[in-house]
């Protein structure tokens, strides 16, 4: 496997990181980079400067937007953005809704979502799991019953995240409870101004507000808002995932972060006035963690989200297998550099984004733990890492239970 670029993707790759560098705002990719979640108006904001340079959906269809690019050069893409700190493009957007209205919705239905998604003058929210169907998707119970040119949607969503922000959810929903159950499923846009629906916030082991419950109540949805076929939803959700299980393996990110804590690591000093990073045992550990980040990016490149056909390639678990336990085996490394000082977020955790890192207690060393407790999510979200193991066993491998 070749690691050098080509002098045509080196070039390519120059382009992004000037157009990365030079047109999202500094302060906004600092704080990013600095592990602050942006704010939703910084996210729309950043979100529409890419889209005005090309630089949002590039891998949708090349009539909505889509650049027709190399699986290389969408990987240099997804790593130079990661690398910059720019705030990460809404992946309910680019990476969930968008693929599907472009593949599965009928001309009407692209050309009213597909220029607004990608410009994030629509938010959406995904409407998938509920309190008893997670890993077990297909057996969600939210119904929709037609009535003459709508549906009547009643049920709950929950771990909704920035469901709080949202103006439209993509819902899965059960139009046919007496078949197999997932033959019965159908995807279905939902405003959230429609009278019937309530957003109510969960709160995470952080603090933070990212996810909530979505309850609907007799909410009336024009049929028109139907994406594809009636009850062939899960066909539709399964090709979802599979862009979004690729899409959560961030070696842009990893690679940043570690290097932040390798520098972290040559600063914090042990008992003994020698750095932390001096200790073998913390320098073994970012060795192994940078073999591994490269590791996961040959990988990327060997293996992409989607077959063309637009079934799910099983090896995008792979990826988000392998990306969320690195992402969280980084984080805990920057709680154990930040030592006695990554308890301090429980004294004071109301401005822990406004603290510098050259305060005292740094400000990275406080938001470390809250970080490493917020990323215990990434082996759940995108099906839990259980959930992957056992299609790459069965799909990958070609292992049988
Ligand atoms: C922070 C966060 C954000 C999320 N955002 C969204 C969102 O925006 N929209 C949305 O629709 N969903 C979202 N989810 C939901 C997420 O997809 C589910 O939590 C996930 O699929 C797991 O489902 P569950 O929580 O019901 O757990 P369960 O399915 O009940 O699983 C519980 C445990 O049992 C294990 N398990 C279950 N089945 C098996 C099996 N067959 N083999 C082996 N082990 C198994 C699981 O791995 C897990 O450890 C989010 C979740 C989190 C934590």
Known sequence: MQRSLSAEDAKFQAEVREFMTTQVPKELRDKVIAGVAPTKEETVQSQRILNAGGYAVPHWPVEWGGKGWTERQYNIWQSEMQAAGVPPLLPFNVSMVGPVIATFGSQELKERFLPATANLDIWWCQGFSEPDAGSDLASLRTTAVRDGDEYIVNGQKTWTTQGQHADWIFALVRTNPDVKKQEGISFLLIDMETPGIEVRPIQLIDGGHEVNEVFFTDVRVPAENLVGEENKGWDYAKFLLGNERASLAAVGT??????????????????????????????????????EVMALEITIWRVTGTSGDGKPDPASSILKLRGSQL??????????????????????????????????IPGWARRSTPTYLNFRKASIYGGSNEVQRTIISGAVLGLRG
């Open 254 to 291: 990893m690679k940043s972060r570690l290097a932040q804590v390798k520098g972290y690591a040559s600063r914090v000093l042990r008992a003994d006035g020698s750095p932390v990073l001096a200790d073998p045992l913390v320098a073994a550990r970012i060795a192994e963690l940078e073999a």
């Open 327 to 360: 992402l969280q085996d980084i984080f805990e490394l920057a709680m154990d550099v930040a030592g006695p000082m990554s308890l301090q977020w429980l004294v004071d955790d109301d401005a822990l984004a406004e603290i510098e890192d050259d305060a005292t």
